[in-house]
């Protein structure tokens, strides 16, 4: 019972440095999200997707990029690490058609330190 | 945009009570659905329960109810025979199937609840 898949769970990267956080998920969902989670604040959205090939800003896509070649997989990329980019990351994926029927499905979140 | 608003950042509750948490939102939008998440300290979402929009009737879930008001775009959580477990922040989620908003929830800032002996 996977679900959601969310890697790595911790990682603290120095300022400029990239790096790609992974989400993938074994359920065929169609949508996928990238929420961050700043401290006090609720999630907002990065990017997200309603297929493979079919990517979308959010409300905070600065500082990030994504991509959707497969159903399965919806890396998110930062390039030149910031501080402000100290957050906690979520992945999450729903089924299409009744699209929030159940509602979504979360990954465990990656806490991002940038130093 | 949709907006949505907890506020009260942080209850508590003494175990066995009941403990009501407030959401507002605001939206144009006919149909939708809302959802209350819970999350704690292992930082994982866990969905508590759903209600449609269209349906009048409050979603309960076990120990877990709400009072939803869509005229007034109310949406709040009742937690009853409160438990140590339920210790936790607590997100209202307000989402659409439907335009550019499609699929997407929006979260408020939560509501942090302790659940004390």
């Known amino acids: 019972n996977a679900g959601v898949t969310q890697t790595p769970k911790f990682r603290i990267l120095k300022i400029g440095q990239s790096m790609t956080l992974q989400c993938t998920q074994d359920?065929?969902?169609?949508?996928m999200y990238w929420y961050r989670q700043d401290p006090g604040m609720g999630l907002k959205l990065i990017y997200y997707s309603v297929g493979a090939g079919i990517t979308d800003k959010g409300e905070v896509p600065n500082g990030y990029n994504v991509s959707r070649s497969t159903t399965e997989d919806f890396p998110l990329r930062l390039e030149l690490a910031a501080p402000s980019q100290t957050s906690v990351y979520f992945c999450?994926?729903?089924?299409?058609?009744?699209?929030?029927?159940?509602?979504?499905?979360f990954g465990s979140g990656t806490r991002l330190t940038v130093v | 945009a949709q907006t949505v608003t907890q506020s009260q950042p942080e209850m508590s509750v003494q175990e066995a009570e009941t403990v009501t948490l407030s959401c507002t939102y605001d939206?144009?939008?006919?149909?939708?659905?809302l959802f209350w998440y819970k999350q704690p300290p292992s930082r994982q979402m866990i969905l508590v329960i759903r209600q449609e929009a269209y349906k009048q009737q409050n979603a309960t879930e076990n120990r877990f109810s709400v009072n939803f008001q869509k005229a007034a775009k109310s949406f709040s959580l009742k937690i009853s025979d409160s438990q140590l477990g339920d210790t936790a922040m607590y997100f209202c989620a307000p989402g659409f199937d439907r335009g550019s908003t499609l699929g997407r929830l929006y979260f408020g800032r939560g509501t942090q609840l302790t659940v004390w002996p």
């Open positions: 939206t144009s939008e006919n149909n939708y659905y």
């Open positions: 999450a994926s729903s089924t299409p058609g009744v699209v929030l029927g159940p509602g979504y499905t």
């Open positions: 359920m065929n969902h169609n949508y």
